[in-house]
T-cell receptor
Framework: DARVTQTPRHKVTEMGQEVTMRCQPI?????VFWYRQTMMQGLELLAY????????DSGMPKDRFSAEMPDATLATLKIQPSEPRDSAVYFC?????????FGDGTRLSIL | GENVEQHPSTLSVQEGDSAVIKCTYS??????FPWYKQELGKRPQLIIDIRSNVGEKKDQRIAVTLNKTAKHFSLHITETQPEDSAVYFCAASISSGGSNYKLTFGKGTLLTVNP
């Protein structure tokens, strides 16, 4: 059963530190999405890529967040510098046509 | 952009009863509507989806209905069981030419099934 793989599963760090989250999409999927989930805002789309090209990152704070796909098997989401308000669960999802399949998420806590 | 409203935010039912969750969307161009179930601490998992060329789809105890004219769609769970307890999310998307477009999610419904 193919799955989206995210690392790390948990991350606790102090504000101001750089955070990098990684995602390995399901082999053959050409679209990769990054979501952030909080109690207050629910599931928010941060950015997404098709065939490794960024299509929409309008949901992402540009001053501190960046998303890349160095190759077809790896997507990264970076926060620099991190702030306490960035604490959330970050999900990666991938798809080829519909539907999207979610990874297990990275639970991020910024102290 | 697309806006998806989901109701109710919480729903409590007795085991064996039916549960209904409703969503409305704003963009008439949306044509793909999935439902995800998320258990506590887990990832969202697709449970059923429907495309705009059909009005209803069933899979065992779950069904989804779509009214394109009114721009709303609903999830129906019959004979609920305690393991159905979770947060359910509806979503809407424009899907075209085999491409995977972004989903706009509702805020979620916390379903509790009491034994």
């Amino acid at each position: 059963d193919a799955r989206v793989t995210q690392t790390p599963r948990h991350k606790v760090t102090e504000m101001g530190q750089e955070v990098t989250m990684r995602c390995q999409p399901i082999l053959g999927h050409n679209t990769v999405f990054w979501y952030r989930q909080t109690m207050m805002q629910g599931l928010e789309l941060l950015a997404y890529f098709r065939n490794r090209a960024p299509l929409d990152d309008s949901g992402m704070p540009k001053d501190r967040f960046s998303a890349e796909m160095p190759d077809a098997t790896l997507a990264t989401l970076k926060i620099q510098p991190s702030e306490p308000r960035d604490s959330a669960v970050y999900f990666c999802a991938s798809g080829q046509n519909q539907p999207q399949h979610f990874g297990d998420g990275t639970r991020l806590s910024i102290l | 952009g697309e806006n998806v409203e989901q109701h109710p935010s919480t729903l409590s039912v007795q085991e064996g009863d039916s549960a209904v969750i409703k969503c409305t969307y704003s963009d008439s161009a949306s044509n793909y509507f999935p439902w995800y179930k998320q258990e506590l601490g887990k990832r969202p998992q697709l449970i059923i989806d429907i495309r705009s060329n059909v009005g209803e789809k069933k899979d065992q105890r779950i069904a989804v209905t779509l009214n394109k004219t009114a721009k709303h769609f609903s999830l129906h769970i019959t004979e609920t069981q305690p393991e159905d307890s979770a947060v359910y999310f509806c979503a809407a998307s424009i899907s075209s030419g085999g491409s995977n477009y972004k989903l706009t999610f509702g805020k979620g419904t916390l379903l509790t099934v009491n034994p």
